[in-house]
């Protein structure tokens, strides 16, 4: 019998070369998508004749979509596409949103006229080219959260059996995507403001294409899985269960409780779920026609292991702490989306010749993170464990954040009153006579606080999270970042209705009033957030037995 040619041999997938094709398609697809979201707001303002909040609230939509369609699209990839799948799709739809964009910048008739303020000769605005407007944000929008999450998931899988190498991917991955960032930040945002809009959105659907190319191209290469299942679906399957049997008694021994396994009960260690939240143990309680001959389930929505309960129950004790989060989250999203009106009422000439967008003033926050994540590793931390003798846990480093986030909005309040003193000064002109970069502190301190509770959150769900659900620890950022961009949106709605401090021309309002409502809120919220800490057990003593940390109530 002949041995397989090489060319008959299977070909080996996975592996680090399959970085360049996946870490190059990030790298586009962020270009593309940044490099219209971060100017969105002034490009509805100057060419759709957008009120200045009805912008900031239309992108804080955008921003939250953009953070909580990444949960859905893993969700999808999980149990039923996979990731390539999701990937490839999720680009062509993203693709077609972005051109839809570049076309009304491109097309006279897809967007309004200019009309100066009070001229009687200014024509109604069509309905069509805002349908149009949103309909292309909305792809985009859906498009770009469908590759987010999956294109991290799908490069990890390559290095399936290499953890070590895995970490080192996400560093790499996430570096090239940070910096992807920056540069749409700053010079796409350019283009738009001093070229045209036309120029920079087409180089978004440069970049979009290209980063879905480079990811096609790559195919051959990479490792594809099957769909095994989200674990959001077995955690919903624990409540299905619990509310199915919510009138049986609850037994008193282990061996009535389903273990999860298809050998014999005898060969198995009995566990018996914790009394924590009882009613959820009726999820693994053995009725009759439960259980197959070899030991497998009959419907997994009727009956479901004893770890699934105990991995949803360790799920709602660390929920009171990410709840703390949500107040945190949203003063930042307030500031984010003002910062921008902010910066287009003052003076943003640096130098005789140069003019900072409008829309690049928020990388300022990128830039701080990024400086004092490194700080934190060479100097910062080393030098806590050589006074302490212990290292920085992650319920500090979130403390210390929410500390940092309301010294911020103080800050903010402070700038923006200084601003509208000097706005009164100089009424009859939109321009204040008051460099932007005294919004540089501010942004500052958001983005310091940013290096102290981001990682912080995540560290704390991979540490406390069970192995089924460490790939939650993401997803609870994000759907976290989401939500918040929900509630800046009803915050700002309700501040609108309320009270007078957000007119269409925030020279004549009182954004300063809103930034000190949220450091009152801030501080109530760091208050919560410490009670939150003091109850919370660890559930892996192991990991943090030499941690300092928050008092532990016992």
Known sequence: MEAPSEAQLPRKTGGWI?????????????????????????????????????????????????????????????????CFSTIWISSIISLLGTILLALTATVDSLRPKPCEVGSTSCTPKPKVQYVVLYAAIVLATLGNGGTRSTLSTIGADQLADKPKDQGIFFNWFFFFGYSATFIASTAIVYIEDNVSWKAGFFICVAANVLGSTIFLMGSRFYAKFKPKGSPFTSLARVIVASITKREIELPSTGQDFFQGCKVAPE????????????????AAIISEGDVKPDGSTTNQWRLCS?????????????????STSFILSTTIGVQLSFSVLQ???????????????AGSILVFVLISTALFLALFDKFLFPTWRNLT???????????????????????SALVESKRLNVAKSNQGYNIVAMSVLWLVPQLALNGIGEAFHYPGQVSLYYQEFPITLKNMATAMNSML??????????????????????????????????????????????????????????????????????????
């Open 18 to 82: 399959t970085f360049p094709f996946i870490t190059a398609s990030s790298v586009g697809l962020t270009l593309a998508f940044v490099g219209w979201t971060s100017n969105l707001i002034v490009y509805l303002i100057k060419e759709f004749d957008v009120e200045s909040i009805d912008a900031v609230q239309i992108s804080n939509l955008v921003n939250g979509a953009g953070s909580l369609i990444p949960v859905v699209a893993a969700i999808i990839a999980d149990s039923f596409l996979g």
């Open 267 to 282: 060969s198995l260690a009995v566990v018996v779920p914790s009394n924590t939240c009882r009613f959820l143990n009726r």
């Open 306 to 322: 004893v770890q699934e309960v105990e991995d949803f129950k360790t799920l709602i004790k660390i929920l009171p702490l990410w």
């Open 343 to 357: 910066a287009l009422a003052m003076d943003r000439h640096v130098g005789p010749h140069f003019q900072i967008p």
């Open 389 to 411: 003798g212990k290292s920085l846990t992650p319920l500090q480093r979130i403390g210390v954040g929410h500390v940092i986030n309301f010294l911020s909005m103080g800050v």
């Open 481 to 554: 970042i989401g939500i918040a961009f929900y509630l800046t949106t009803a915050l700002i709605d309700v501040v609108r209705r309320t009270t007078t401090w957000l007119p269409g021309n925030i020279n004549n309002g009182r954004l300063d009033n809103v930034y000190w409502v949220l450091v009152v809120g801030g501080v109530l919220n760091f208050g919560y957030y410490v009670t939150c800490a003091w109850y919370y057990k660890y559930q892996n003593m192991k990991e943090v037995a030499d941690h300092s940390d928050f008092p532990s109530h016992e």
